[in-house]
Structure formats: C-alpha cells, structure tokens
C-alpha cells in the first residue's frame, strides 16, 4: 500500500486552517462529497479502498488500507474515500457586483451555518459569497461536508468586507437584516446588490452596519407575540434570499 | 454536597429516549438554555454550582460541585447548571387543527434540523407540531438545546401521521413540498392547515403523501441551473413558513 506515515499524517494535518492556507489544499470526505465535488477542483491527491477504486471510475487514486484513511480523516465514521484538493484563486469583480445578487457573511462562525448558507446561494443562482476575515473558514472539513456539492458551484471570496463595500458603485444597495428594520413582505427588493448577514450572536457589526443602505426585517408573527430573540442566521438568509427570488421568477 | 452517585448516574440516563420515556424526564444544560425554558415545565431538580444559585434566582436547587456536574453532563463543554423536568402531555385538539397553521414532520432525523423547526414555528406562530413516531425525540438533549427556548412555547406531539391524518376535516388542507409540486410563490395558500415536511434522505413518504392535497415546490433559480439536489429541510421549513405568513401580515 503506497502511501507513508508522513503523506497520512500531511493529509491528518489539513484539518488546521493554517496547514490549509501554507499547503493551499483542503480535504473533502466520504462518497458523496467526493463525488458531488471532485469535477470542480484540481485534484491533488485521492485515497481510498481498493474496493471503492473498483467502484468508481474517478481518474488517478492511490489505494490505501481502511486502517490508513482512517488515520487520515477528521470525521467519526469511517470514510471509503478522501480527496485532497486545490484551493481555487478567485478574484473580485467589482463591475459584475453591480449587476447580480450577492451575499456578504459577517463573521459568521458556525461550520454548519457558513455550510447551509452555501446550498441556500446555490439553489436560488447565488455565485458570490464574500466573507469578512473573521468568518469561519469555507475549507474547514465541517463545512465542505455541509455545503452537499454546493461548495463547487458558488465562489466564496475572503476579504475585509469594509474595503468591499467601500470599492462599490455608489447604486449598488447594500441590504442588511435589522430589528429595527423595515418589514421585507413589503419593501420594494432590487434585483441586485449585496445581502450581509451577520455573526450568530452579535448581528452584523457597527463597521459593517455603515454600509447598510436598505434596512430589513423579518417580522415574526403574530406581530407582539413573545417568541425567540432572533431567526438563525441561516434560517433568515433562506428567508432573505426566497423573497428576492420569489419577485424574479 | 448532597448528590448521590445513584442520582448522578440517574441523569446521565436520560441521554436515552427509552430511560426518558419511563421516568417522563428530560433534562437541559447550561445557563441560557435552563432561563430560557424554566418557566415552561414543571422542574424534577435542578442541579448547579454554589456560585451559579448565588447568582440565579430559580428557587429550590441542588448544589453540586463542578466535577460532579461534569460527570451528569451530556455536553462536551463544562456546564453551570443542569435541569431535570418533567415531560409535559399535550393532548391533540382536532376541532382546534382546522382553524390554524400546523406543522407536520415525516421521520425527521437530525435533531439539529428538529430544534431549528421548532424555532421557525415558534417565530412565525405555529403552537403545535406533530412529528411521526419515527421523528427523532424532541427531548433529546442535542434538540432541547438547538431549540434555544422556543421549546417551551410549541407543543410537540408524536402520532401516527396516518391516523393524525385520517382524523382531519376534509375541508383541512395538507401541504407538502414535491419535485413535481407547484411553485408556491404563485399559488393560493391557507390561513389554515397542516404543512407536511419529510425526511432529510427520502423526502415524505408514500403513506404520508396519500393525505396531502397541496402539492408545492420550492422553486430553484434561474429555472433550470444546475444547483444542489434540494435543500435542508430546516431551511425548506423556513421558506415554506414565511410564505405562508407573509400573506397574513
């Protein structure tokens, strides 16, 4: 079986984000990921069984044992197969901001929410994710495994999201979810702009907030009822994104 | 301090559905999830450390030491304080399902999914859930926490959907979300009636889909994009809800 204790424990080492950011490598896990991912990445390496080789016709592998992937993965159950994969470069297109609906993430930490926001961009022809330095990293396994193949198909750019905002044309809204907002059932949305949803528990910051130029809230119902504090951030980002949709289609 | 390992281990046993079914106990950790959700059931104990009953005001506690608390825990993370309460039994009002907005879950497995439901209703005013016998626990300690409060102000129920079914008015809509559904952005929906959602895999099944006389969808954009294959179902729920509540508000 061709595969050392040091390229194990390399691939065992991609679970810390600053081994991804020096290797510019991440790890996806298990058959579906693998394969709902592995058209869309340069493919640096692929482990797996010999019998999930046999079953599937996926270019290059190198066959290990289970006992060796094990070594290798970060989840709690058995894996046939680990990909280790390219970080793509992607760069921003101020201009093309204008014209498209886009999401800004506002230290969002949580691996499964940064996930979910993911297929929720995905479903409704979301290309562009652009998160504050701050949110929780996109090759973190928890959220490449979150995203169900979603991660291949939206972009998601790291940047400080002031400079962001401070770069757009002056016409493009910067649309933000507020207590003190306006109900979204009635306002008037664009079909462009920049949608940012802030962190779990703080909301979206006071840096941030000066960019907000349209104001929204989703009102809970009925309008007075005592019910939780606050949507989870990716519960409202369904809700946000559906309401633009929903005058689209 | 006055807690016997028999007690502790007592606890510790009701991270099992079948220990909580006979002694009609559940338990919730940690300080936000205890305040959120004390006022709502009727408390067996409640353990915590001398300093959190010196700074919380909840009545009669149990104090223990931190090591012992540990030892109760079902949390990965140290915590302050643990409630034992009893579970509440909710009665089904079928005369009362006719003339509001329910939900109705079809063999919900992930009690992440489960907890972030129970937060939808409770912020769009849904009181009563009726999960099928298959629906993971809602009090499981993993949905008690992810429900944060909103637990105590929507009635779970579990039933046979079949017989739940049966029993309705005709004149009571049910409503699902289909693949071949119709785009509910432009269909009629109720102010009343039950919204069914279904398995994370396998959608609703066949039995449940038999009652359903709404089929809806969720409709992707751009109409016809290569996108994820669905989305969760939590955030399905959340679409689903709004939709009808925007409507009313």
Redesign the interface.
């Known amino acids: 079986m061709a595969v050392s204790n040091n390229t194990i424990k390399w691939v065992r080492s991609l679970a810390l984000k600053k081994n991804r950011d020096k290797e510019r490598c991440f790890v996806a896990e298990g058959t579906k990921c693998v394969l709902d991912t592995i058209g869309s990445f340069a493919v640096e390496s692929l482990f797996c069984t010999d019998e999930w080789a046999r079953l599937h016709d996926v270019g290059k592998a190198i066959i290990v044992t289970a006992s060796q992937l094990e070594r290798m993965s970060m989840l709690k159950t058995p894996t046939d197969v680990i990909a280790v994969y390219c970080m793509p470069t992607y760069s921003i297109d101020y201009s093309a901001i204008g014209e498209t609906l886009s999401l800004a993430l506002d230290n969002i930490q949580d691996p499964?929410n940064l996930g979910?926001i993911i297929?929720?961009a995905?479903?409704?022809?979301i290309h562009d994710i652009f998160c504050s330095d701050g949110t929780v990293d996109v090759y973190n396994p928890k959220v490449v495994q979150a995203t169900?193949?979603?991660i291949s198909?939206v972009r998601v750019h790291y940047c400080d999201l002031s400079e962001l905002f401070g770069n757009l044309n002056k016409d493009v809204p910067v649309y933000g979810t507020f207590l003190d907002g306006r109900?979204i059932?009635e306002e008037e949305l664009g079909v462009k702009g920049i949608i940012v949803m802030g962190n779990e528990g703080k909301g979206i910051s006071a840096q941030t907030e000066k960019y907000v130029t349209k104001r929204l809230l989703?009102?809970?119902?009925?309008?007075g009822?005592?019910?939780?504090?606050s949507?989870?951030v990716?519960?409202a980002t369904?809700?946000v994104v559906?309401?633009f949709?929903?005058r689209?289609?």
Chains 1, 2 share one sequence.
């Open positions: 499964g979910t297929r929720i995905d479903w409704f022809g169900m193949g979603a198909r109900n059932y989703i009102p809970s119902y009925p309008t009822a005592t019910t939780s504090e949507l989870n990716a519960m369904a809700i559906s309401e949709r929903r689209m289609i």
